[in-house]
Every structure is written in C-alpha cells, then in structure tokens.
C-alpha cells in the first residue's frame, strides 16, 4: 500500500504515521525528519535546508523530489511506504507520480488530516520529541510520564527550532499557499481520503485503520 499522509503543520501527520507504519509493516518517510537529520549531520543537504526550515519555508522542489526518488528505489519500499509530509507542491505531486510510474505503481490514498487552525498553534509550541528515537510527544495533549524524558527509550525531549510562534505563522501561510492546492489535485484523482484530525489520537489512528483496510464485511 503506497500511502501519503496531508494535512497542515501540526495536523498530527508524524504521530499517525508513527502508529500506522507499525500496523502495515511499510516504512515511514518524512521529508521533514530527513531534513533534521541532515541538518544535525550538517552535510552539504542539511546546510543548504537548514537555510529554508529554520524560517518556515519550503525547501526547493529539486532537492525535496531528489530525496524522495532516491529513498523510493530501496528495497524496503517494494512492498508499500507512507509519505508524511511529501509532496507539498503540484511540482511534487507531478514529479511523484512519473516516479511511481516508472516502476508500474501508483498511490493508493492520500489521508488529509483536517484540523482547524486555531488548534495548531498550541500543539506546534507544546511539542516535544526525543532526541534518540525521534518520538512525538506534548506538554499538555500527549505527555511523557516523566517530564523531559522519553516514555520509549528514556531519551532527552527537545523542541524543534521552527515550532515558534513567528515560524508556524510562516509554516501555515506555506501550507495554504503551496499545500492547499494538491487536496484538489487528489480529489480530482480519486484518493483523497478526509480525517477529523481534532479527535483523540487513538481515534484519528481508527479512522485511518478502517481507510485503508476498506469497511469490515
Ligand atoms: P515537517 O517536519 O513535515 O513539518 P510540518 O509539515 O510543518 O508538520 P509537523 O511535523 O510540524 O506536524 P505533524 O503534522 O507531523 O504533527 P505531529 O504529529 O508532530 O517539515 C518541516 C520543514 O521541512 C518544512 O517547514 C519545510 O521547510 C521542510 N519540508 C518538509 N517536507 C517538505 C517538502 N515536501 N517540500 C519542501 N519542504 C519540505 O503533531 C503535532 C503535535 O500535536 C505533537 O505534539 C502531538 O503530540 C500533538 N498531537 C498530534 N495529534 C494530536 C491529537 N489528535 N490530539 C491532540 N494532540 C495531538
Ligand atoms: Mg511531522
């Protein structure tokens, strides 16, 4: 099952995806992680990148749409993936789909989580994630049993540099830009799949399960 997770910064793409790739046994591809971690790395990618996520901004479609393409071709794609955050412009989508193409495949869904953007503030400023195994927790709506520590691996909890009040104000504005436009594209095609994304995690979690494993007989 090729899968691609949409929906606006904070929408809870990262915690469904975490939840979901364990179910479906796929593997879990998050532009935004790849980014980070270059970015910690500080290798030529993650030098250039850093200069477009710490301000909010989109990373150019011909370095985002290279990284996807070379992480398409491993192997532990073969079976199915999730994409979280990828594409995010029409370029991406288009250059996705040749891709796909190319090896006889296409996306299966594409899960919009819809969440109002009154709530996607207080859940970008309340994250935290861990440092060693990248989980995602938060202060008020998903909090770790020990302050600062991870409940998976005991690791250290951080906050992310573009999780500021000024940086998700940009992260938004691009969302509705950039973004938007592709939940026509998908709809169009006949994958887009809508979620209530303001309910409990667990419940967003059950509302993807029963998508992607069609209705009960
Ligand atoms: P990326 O890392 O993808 O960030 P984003 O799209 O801004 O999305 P987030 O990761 O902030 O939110 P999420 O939807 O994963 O929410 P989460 O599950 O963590 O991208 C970062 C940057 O990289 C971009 O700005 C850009 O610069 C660059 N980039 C990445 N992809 C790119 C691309 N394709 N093209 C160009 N540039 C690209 O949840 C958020 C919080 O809410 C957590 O604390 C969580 O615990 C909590 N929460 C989650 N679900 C719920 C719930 N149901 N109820 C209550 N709380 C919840
Ligand atoms: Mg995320």
Not at 75 to 84: M, P
Not at 118 to 135: E, H, M, Q, V, Y
Request: aromatic content about 6%.
């Amino acid at each position: 099952m090729n899968i691609i997770f949409m929906g606006p910064p904070g929408a809870g793409k990262g915690t469904q995806a975490e939840r979901i790739v364990q179910q479906f046994n796929i593997p879990h591809i998050s532009t935004g992680d790849a980014f980070r971690a270059a970015m910690s790395q500080e290798t030529a990618l993650g030098l250039e990148a850093k200069k477009y996520v710490n301000q909010g901004l989109l990373v150019p479609d011909e370095i985002t749409i290279g990284i996807v393409n070379e992480r398409l071709k491993q192997n532990d794609c073969a079976e199915g993936f999730l994409l979280d955050g990828f594409p995010r412009t029409i370029s991406q989508a288009d250059a996705l789909a040749t891709i796909l193409a190319q090896d006889g495949k296409q996306i299966s869904f594409v899960i919009n989580l819809k969440v109002n953007r009154n709530l996607l503030l207080d859940r970008l400023t309340g994250r935290r994630i861990c440092k060693s195994c990248g989980a995602t927790f938060h202060l008020v709506f998903n909090p770790t049993t020990v302050p600062g520590v991870c409940d998976k691996c005991s690791g250290e909890l951080y906050q992310r540099a573009d999780d500021t009040v000024e940086k998700v104000g940009t992260r938004l504005d691009e969302y509705e830009k950039w973004t938007s436009p592709l939940l026509e594209y998908y709809s169009a095609k006949g994958t887009l799949k809508e979620v209530n994304g303001e309910l409990e995690i667990e419940v967003v979690t059950k509302q993807i399960d029963e998508i992607l494993r069609g209705p009960a007989e």
